[in-house]
């Protein structure tokens, strides 16, 4: 399984609701190309690997920091419209900021070690049909694009060898003749 992001020049992205006073937010763009060796793509597993693998309690750990997807949606965007048909979720970047020196005035830098937990959040739309991940940050330090598509590939290998066991279990009982490594090469992460 491959996944690229290209980023795009961003747009300006009002949110409905929130604070009171409304902020102004970047919605970047890029292509979110998915791929399972040279043949499929995103769409050619979507019920067997991505879904299960997009809505799994799953977290990915980094120097520290966990990513994780919250609130995760399957929607349409617009009524029933199949090219309308959406993943959306807010991005997590669950960190502690440290710092270990602050500057005084009258002493100049002092040694000052603390630390307070802090969660920047991202909102992220994968548009199904035409694979365009639509990402907004919703406050300074948010997780980044790159991050997101990091994480979602860690989601998806799981989900892929979940489904290559499920697969050699299944053509078992059907008496096939099949081994994993087979399997691992008609669907490769």
Known sequence: MRTENSVKAPRHFYPEKGDQV???????????????????VLNDLLNEIVI??????????????????????????EGDDVESLALCCRFVKNTTLKRHQIYSPTKGIVSDERS????????????????RLLFVKEVPHAPTMQQFGTTFKYHMRDAVLDYHSSQLDQRVRAGEKITKKAIAEQFPM
Request: proline residues 3%.
């Open 22 to 40: 409304a902020k102004q937010l970047e919605l970047e763009v890029a292509n979110f190309v998915c791929r399972f060796g040279d043949r499929l």
């Open 116 to 131: 307070m937990d802090s969660a920047p959040t991202a909102l992220a739309v994968l548009l199904l049909y035409s694979h």
């Open 52 to 77: 299960p693998s997009f809505f799994a309690d799953i977290t990915r750990s980094s120097r520290g920091t966990e990513y994780f997807f919250i609130d995760q949606e399957l929607r349409y965007l």
